[in-house]
């Protein structure tokens, strides 16, 4: 066997790894060889001397033909063997290739690839001048392309949009639809409402705060709000319609499944709240409001994304039920929680919520059996213990048929965000429908 050499043995013939492994393979070669025609000699000896054949050498596990037993020389500069060696070459080289490829300079009449289009229709929009400039005299007088040119005249142009490249682009935007970026001087329709047109400067405020990124639905909507007032239709939001948000007048439970587990779980301490509020009396001094007809009356721990501190208060563990929701509406006049009564005989007559960006989910604390909650022309009733997730901005009746030995319907009303609702969607709602505007 080949007997490896020492350090001070070795050559230094540097990267000669192709010499090197053609050596070795060629010498385990010859050794291979010496070893079979020996092996061959033996055994045609002893047949012919009738002798037994002596057993074959146990395998060495130096005769694998592995790379580590390959007399291969190593890399001194790289002080590492001779593959690695190779690897940490090819690495320095394409490190080498990527730094070069960054630090070259763009080439003339190359722009980049995804300002070519763009470029492409403002140079085509642009009039020359006979000169052969393009707009020379207005781009000069507004500063809005600046050429890094030097000896070179390298063509590196920093572009910045005036009030006529803004004006094109909001166009483009226009006929392309709501989808793309929306531009903040986009014409509102003029015939719209004024509490239409303050949702508009609010949201053109967010805006400039922020972003216009993700904006394109609610701009359109606040648009199209004055149209869909004016038709008739079973689901009409009468304050904020976002389009193109799938809406059913019920929900299942799958959306909204945690905030209605944390509800469900909690019910007989919610319950029990209710009922000592309940027994202190139902006045307007204690903290209850009563809506639409006699019948009905509403105990709020959350008013129009405002806290009422006295009533949350009187219930301390049904508001820190809500705060531990992850999709509660407590931050803009679009969400309300509280308790909700309804006597024998009360109906409330059809009626739209004023938003399709929420889903009112009501938890059953107290549910007659002759209680009916009709939305979008689809019945359904409560039941105590369990939660009913309603998009009320489809048209909606809720009739109470019991005798006055059945007590009230009681409900746990909390409004969640729809689930189709983005999250800069929410931010930006939060914002124009904010409690201080």
Not at 87 to 96: I, R
Not at 276 to 300: E, H, I, N, S
Request: aromatic share 8%; proline share 8%.
């Amino acid at each position: 066997m080949t007997r490896a050499l020492l350090p001070q043995q070795r050559g230094t013939s540097g990267f000669s790894v192709s010499g090197g492994l053609a050596l070795g393979v060629l010498r385990k070669h010859r050794m291979r060889n010496r070893y079979v025609s020996r092996r061959g000699a033996i055994h045609t000896q002893a047949q012919k001397s009738g002798k037994q054949c002596p057993p074959a050498l146990p395998s060495d596990p130096r005769m694998h033909w592995t790379l580590e037993l390959l007399p291969l020389p190593p890399c001194p500069e790289l002080g590492a063997q001779p593959f690695s060696g190779i690897l940490w070459t090819l690495l320095v080289l394409f490190l080498w290739y990527c730094y070069r490829v960054g630090s070259d300079p763009p080439v003339a009449g190359r722009s980049h690839p995804g300002k070519l289009k763009s470029s492409s229709v403002r140079s085509s929009r642009t009039p020359r001048s006979p000169g052969g400039t393009a707009g020379g005299a207005r781009a000069g007088s507004r500063g809005g392309v600046s050429k890094a040119s030097g000896t070179s005249g390298s063509p590196c142009i920093t572009m910045e949009l005036g009030e006529e490249e803004e004006e094109e682009d909001a166009e483009m935007g226009r006929r392309r639809g709501y989808l793309t970026p929306v531009l903040s001087h986009t014409l509102f329709p003029a015939q719209a409402a004024p509490a239409s047109k303050k949702l508009y400067d609010a949201l053109q405020e967010y805006a400039k705060r922020y972003s216009w990124a993700g904006m394109g639905r609610i701009h359109k909507g606040l648009r199209d709000q004055a149209q869909l007032s004016d038709r008739s239709s079973i689901q009409k939001p009468h304050l904020f319609h976002l389009p193109d948000v799938p809406s059913i007048p019920f929900y299942p439970r799958d959306a909204h499944r945690h905030d209605i587990e944390v509800l469900e779980a909690n019910y007989p301490i919610i319950f029990a709240e209710f009922q000592a509020v309940y027994q202190r009396g139902v006045d307007t001094k204690l903290g209850w409001t009563y809506v639409g007809p006699k019948g009905q009356a509403v105990f709020p721990l959350y008013n129009a994304g405002v806290c009422v501190v006295r009533n949350c208060r009187s219930c301390p563990y049904s508001y820190r039920t809500l705060l531990s929701l992850r999709t509660f509406i407590g931050s803009n006049s679009l969400g309300a929680a509280g308790f909700w009564i309804l006597r024998p005989g009360a109906v409330l007559g059809g009626g739209y919520g004023p938003t399709n960006t929420r889903l009112r989910c009501h938890l059953g604390l107290q549910t007659p059996p002759q209680c009916e909650l009709v939305v979008g022309g689809e019945p359904q009733c409560w039941s105590e213990g369990h939660c009913l997730l309603v998009d009320d901005s489809f048209l909606h009746t809720v009739s109470h048929n019991g005798g006055a030995e059945d007590g009230p319907r009681v409900i746990f009303s909390v409004d969640l965000w729809h689930p189709n609702i983005a999250a800069a969607e929410r931010q930006a709602l939060d914002y124009i429908f904010s409690p201080e505007k």
